[in-house]
């Protein structure tokens, strides 16, 4: 027994050795996940408790799951969980398949140089920050001198300030956020369709098949792969808004706009910022993250039954 114990332990050490390289690749992101997400789990124990600064995470009263009642019925987290699925509902869905139909029409431009210099184009958006969006924005939507509304006035026209108006905003949010990653999720859907053997594009052309055809008989079946992987990584992070983009559009202290644009990062930032409300602040980030991971959780299973070659895990 002791001898299978130490020829494994051996074997373990030999792999180690023989992997050195990639793992010392790999030692930044492994360092950047113990130090950002092992390490502050302890924390999650504000979610339980009615913390004190004088006492202390560990030394504040134990109040059980009041904080996580408290939010429930109060219906603030059924509201923002409610936007904040839907945001990332039209961000995957929206997204996914104007990436594909991005990666396809790239695929099927045959002059090299104009294919080069659009995705170079299309991919510039994804380096833009979210801070300088917000200003473009508010340089284009603002009533005094913005311009769709100086626009519509010279037009004749009249508007309602759009920063007053809750009802837009889930379009200009989701248009902004398609503008800004599309060019970028393109790239992967179109190095997935590079990856196709070129002898089934010339088998095809031999049989005949137009341009319609090898879309839908030889690249999509192969895209399908990758969307499944793709989707399933997006689901995990379904209750995890763009933070960055809600808040510079649309802020957090402008009342009127967030019955449509308060998400839960919002309200987090909100709450630790504005109210100093820990307690609140962290029963929301662990509902958060438990239920992102049931999610995850629920839809390789899904998967797995359907095609297992597509699971994760």
């Keep these: 027994m002791k001898q299978k114990v130490q020829h494994g332990k051996n074997r373990l050490a030999k792999k180690l050795w023989d992997n050195r390289i990639l793992i010392l690749m790999c030692t930044p992101a492994i360092l950047f996940f113990i130090v950002f997400a092992y390490i502050p789990m302890p924390g999650v124990y504000i979610a339980f408790t009615n913390f004190r600064y004088n006492l202390g995470i560990f030394g504040s009263p134990f109040v059980g799951f009041d904080n996580f009642r408290f939010l429930f019925l109060s219906g603030q987290l059924w509201a923002l969980t409610r936007n904040t699925i839907l945001y990332n509902l039209a961000f995957i869905l929206l997204g996914n398949f104007l990436q594909i139909f991005v990666a396809i029409l790239l695929n099927e431009i045959g002059i090299r140089t104009f294919k080069k210099v659009t995705q170079t184009i299309m991919f510039l958006p994804f380096f833009i920050s979210p801070v300088l969006i917000g200003f473009l924005a508010f340089g284009i939507l603002n009533s005094d001198y913005g311009f769709i509304p100086n626009l519509i006035q010279s ?16 379009f200009i949010i989701v248009l902004v956020h398609l503008w800004q990653s599309t060019g970028y999720g393109s790239i992967i859907y179109f190095a997935a369709i590079m990856a196709i053997d070129p002898g089934i594009y010339e088998a095809a052309a031999i049989d005949g098949a137009s341009a319609f055809q090898r879309i839908r008989y030889i690249i999509l079946p192969h895209l399908r792969r990758t969307v499944v992987i793709l989707i399933l990584f997006s689901l995990g992070g379904i209750l995890r808004g763009n933070f960055g983009l809600f808040y510079n559009l649309v802020g957090t202290a402008n009342p009127i706009l967030q019955p449509t644009t308060d998400i839960i990062e919002t309200f987090v930032f909100r709450s630790l910022m504005n109210q100093f409300n820990f307690t609140s602040a962290a029963a929301v980030g662990l509902y958060q993250s438990v239920f992102g991971f049931i999610i995850v ?17």
């Design 155 to 170: 037009m004749g026209g009249t508007h309602e300030s759009f920063y007053r108006n809750p009802a837009i905003w889930p």
């Design 297 to 313: 959780i629920t839809a390789n299973a899904i998967i797995k039954r359907i095609e297992k070659d597509y699971a994760l895990f």
